[in-house]
Nanobody
């Protein structure tokens, strides 16, 4: 069992930056691939980024490539999402998720555990 707690969300102006963190409980954090998803009001939850259990492999949705960076610190049981050059369309609740196994994945169905989310609001 893994419990995930996100933090770092908030209100920021367009062009600004935020760094999201997701702290995981348990001793086997390095056994999980991790992902970030987001859900805007009235829209479905969508994939943002994923990272393999070692951190060697990452993947991003096209709309955030070059602006967002996912990373992890297995010693701290934490995964991060550095978000730069934020746009109003990035406004959403951001969720982190954990998937049993080494490889990152883009589908919601591929994840076994979810956090409760953190709100990110980007003003224009």
């Amino acid at each position: 069992q893994v419990q995930l707690v996100e933090s770092g969300g908030g209100l920021v102006q367009a062009g600004g930056s935020l760094r999201l963190s997701c702290a995981a409980s348990g001793r086997t954090f390095s056994s999980y691939a991790m992902g970030w998803f987001r859900q805007a009001p009235g829209k479905e939850r969508e994939f943002v980024s994923t990272i393999s259990w070692s951190g060697a492999s990452t993947y991003y949705t096209d709309s955030v490539k070059g602006r967002f960076t996912i990373s992890r610190d297995n010693a701290k049981n934490t995964v991060y999402l550095q978000m730069n050059s934020l746009k109003p369309e990035d406004t959403a609740v951001y969720y982190c998720a954990a998937a049993i196994g080494p490889g990152g994945r883009t589908s919601l169905r591929g994840y076994d555990y979810w956090g409760q989310g953190t709100q990110v609001t980007v003003s224009s």
